[in-house]
């Protein structure tokens, strides 16, 4: 669930929660969106996600609900490089350790969402057309 938020994927996450909660979607998904962090931590805790994550989860929904995913493919590798970087401050802000589990899981999405923003301006670059020599 942590690699689907680092990708943007907040209604694989709703409906994951909806699954283990046994509630309605549309009912989770007011839970998650609602702008009051209560709703969500009670939700959270029912259906027995690890604590030490909760801050990263919660730093991607607000990351999302702020700005959503972008339409364009370029801007959408930059958005999600982001929201990973977010969501492990999020997580190192919460935490005193910085090797734990949920760490080392988010430095993985981040170096992902790094590595495909690269490859995304890299072939931009090599698309571009050659300026002729005047």
């Not at 709703?39 to 027995?48: I, K």
Request: hydrophobic share 50%.
């Amino acid at each position: 669930l942590l690699r689907a938020m680092g990708e943007g994927n907040l209604d694989l996450f709703e409906v994951a929660l909806a699954e283990l909660s046994g509630l309605p979607r549309e009912r989770v998904a007011s839970l998650v969106r609602d702008r009051h962090a209560a709703g969500f931590e009670t939700l959270y805790r029912r259906v027995g996600l690890p604590d030490a994550a909760c801050g990263a989860f919660r730093a991607a929904i607000d990351e999302i609900k702020i700005a959503p995913m972008p339409s364009d493919p370029a801007q959408r590798l930059g958005f999600k490089r982001a929201l990973a970087a977010r969501m492990l401050a999020a997580h190192h802000a919460g935490s005193s350790d910085g090797l734990d589990a949920v760490s080392v899981l988010l430095r993985g999405v981040l170096a992902d969402a790094s590595r495909n923003e690269a490859r995304g301006v890299a072939a931009r670059v090599t698309h571009m057309p050659r300026l002729a020599a005047a």
